[in-house]
């Protein structure tokens, strides 16, 4: 018994370096913020963590009953034998039993007390800690809030307190969270963004008390708040901070030692701040405006594709509603495209499979993760299933397109934040090898498969058009010129999902097939 209790830390240590390891080597494949189809499993795991540690409150309360219990008979007989002392123990059977309970019972009632309770339970984290979310993972959701927070100009009290983007919804952070947002942000040295969320930290942790074994100490909030205010060269406000936290804390050591180092800065004009990252202005990029959905309407928008259609049987039987967004490049909506049967079998299809999201480098010749781009995909060959050879077959028919050698089907689903910064679809076929079989992206046809609450629109910041996800629709675009040139005019972005679960399906028309017909284009109206 004894030697259990110390060997149980030196297992536990071992046990979690080994999962460090493990977590180590998983690491930059699965990210758990990337795709709201991803983060259902955590809630899951939410409940068998929450079950467990209630199956641990049950073994708990198993031996405090059992200890209660036996205080009561314990007690009994003492308070019996103290009440007539030279009569019970004058009785042999009586003196035989107290030397006995005193030499055995209470050796048994120390190893008792010092077995350890619900090993099991703790142990079970242990295993689970294997499927929860990483330091990474937490890093990559602060960078996601604080996508979301600079894209579309938002207050962090107002975020703090469920107010987003001018809604809002029945949610709030905790001091933990508003904690947590400020330390790793302080940590990617983004001290401007970091300040305000520390001092948010110091405004809940006013208005509410935290539970243990969760809570932190004001002082040491305040000394972060410190801290980065040193940073951002804001010393006299450094010093204030620290200065109300010794009005609590008089004789606090740290806190004397930091207000004595402030005044010294002070006083010889010491500036230790790294030079602060120059912040946006606070004049939004055209990208920003877009994301925002503040781009005047174009003089062109009421215009309307004139459908030819003889080109298709399936048209003539199903004319799709067809907008023109813009000339240049060449870029349709079309409207309920896809019926609410097939949006949920695609994202049936695609959940089990969703892999975090690359992007083609052309310094390496590769596909690679990265930051720019959170969401998960999926990929599925044309004739997959019934579904998909009819989803091509629509694709070519609404489009006129030839897909053979085009790309195949890929779904993604965005989650917290999710992204994708500005890039263009097509290779550039001067510094890409990508292009050599089929020729570069001629068109772009994205499906969207859900309605978005708020953001995740795509935006084109060169021509100051945004479209906002439409559930059941399709925007289609050139990315190549008439000539087969680029167009740089093609820059796109998706904005930050602030609220929903964006789901889009993507189609990369390959120009090849497509020389002798460039449908639609050529006979625009
Ligand atoms: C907001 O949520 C809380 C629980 O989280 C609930 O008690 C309350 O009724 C909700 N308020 C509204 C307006 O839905
Ligand atoms: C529509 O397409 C058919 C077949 O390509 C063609 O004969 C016809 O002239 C077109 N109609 C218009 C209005 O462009
Ligand atoms: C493209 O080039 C990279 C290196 O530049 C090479 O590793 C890769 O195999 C090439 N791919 C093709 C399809 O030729
Ligand atoms: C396309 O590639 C050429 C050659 O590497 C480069 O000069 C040009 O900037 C690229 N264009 C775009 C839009 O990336």
Redesign the pocket.
């Known amino acids: 018994m004894r030697s259990s209790k110390w060997l149980l830390p030196v297992r536990v240590l071992l046990t979690y370096q080994v999962l460090l390891l493990l977590l180590r080597q998983a690491k930059g494949e699965e990210s758990h913020c990337t795709s709201v189809a991803g983060m259902v499993k955590l809630l899951d795991l939410e409940a068998q963590l929450i079950d467990n540690l209630e199956d641990y409150a049950v073994e708990l309360e198993k031996k405090l009953q059992t200890v209660r219990r036996s205080i009561t008979s314990l007690r009994l007989e003492n308070d019996k034998a103290r009440s007539s002392t030279e009569e019970y123990l004058s009785n042999p059977l009586n003196s035989f039993s107290l030397i006995r309970r005193m030499n055995r019972d209470w050796i048994i009632w120390q190893l008792y007390m010092d077995d350890p309770v619900g090993i099991s339970q703790v142990e079970r984290i242990q295993e689970l800690r294997e499927h929860m979310p990483t330091h990474t993972d937490v890093e990559e959701a602060v960078t996601a809030l604080d996508r979301i927070q600079s894209t579309y100009g938002l207050k962090v009290p107002e975020i703090s307190h469920g107010f987003l983007n001018g809604k809002q919804y029945n949610v709030s952070l905790t001091v933990l969270d508003t904690y947590a947002m400020g330390q790793i942000l302080f940590d990617q040295k983004n001290y401007l963004a970091a300040a305000s969320w520390i001092y948010q930290s110091v405004v809940l942790m006013e208005a509410f008390s935290m539970a243990a074994p969760l809570e932190i100490s004001k002082n040491e909030v305040r000394m972060v708040y410190a801290e980065t205010l040193l940073k951002l060269n804001q010393h006299a406000d450094a010093l204030k901070v620290v200065n109300i936290a010794l009005t609590d804390n008089p004789h606090d050591i740290k806190l004397l030692l930091k207000k004595s180092e402030i005044e010294t800065m002070i006083r010889t004009g010491t500036n230790n701040a790294p030079p602060v990252k120059v912040q946006a202005t606070g004049v939004p990029t055209a990208y920003q405006i877009g994301c925002r959905g503040q781009f005047p309407p174009s003089a062109d928008s009421k215009l309307y594709c004139l459908y030819n259609r003889t080109t298709s049987p399936f048209l003539i039987l199903a004319p799709l509603k067809m907008e023109l967004v813009g000339l240049d490049p060449y870029m349709v909506l079309y409207h309920d495209v896809l019926s609410p049967k097939e949006i949920k079998e695609l994202q049936g299809m695609a959940t089990p499979g969703l892999k975090r999201a690359t992007v083609y480098q052309a310094s390496s010749?590769?596909n690679e993760v990265v930051k720019t781009r959170t969401s998960k995909v999926a990929w599925f060959p044309d004739g997959y299933n019934p579904l998909t050879v009819r989803l091509n077959a629509r694709i070519s028919d609404m489009t006129g397109f030839n897909l053979y050698g085009s790309e195949m089907l890929q779904l993604m689903n965005y989650g917290l934040g999710g992204h994708y910064d500005q890039h263009y679809d097509f290779f550039n076929k001067t510094n890409s090898?990508m292009t050599?079989m089929s020729g570069d992206r001629i068109a772009t046809v994205l499906f969207y498969l859900t309605d978005v609450e708020q953001g995740g629109a795509t935006v084109f910041p060169n021509i100051r058009k945004a479209v906002f996800p439409q559930r059941g629709s399709v925007v289609m675009w050139y990315n190549l010129k008439d000539n087969g040139q680029i167009d740089t005019q093609t820059l796109h972005a998706a904005c930050p999902v602030i609220v929903g679960s964006k789901w889009v399906c993507n189609k990369w028309i390959r120009e090849r097939e497509q020389i002798f017909s460039r449908p639609c284009l050529k006979k625009r109206m």
């Open positions: 010749g590769r090898n050599a």
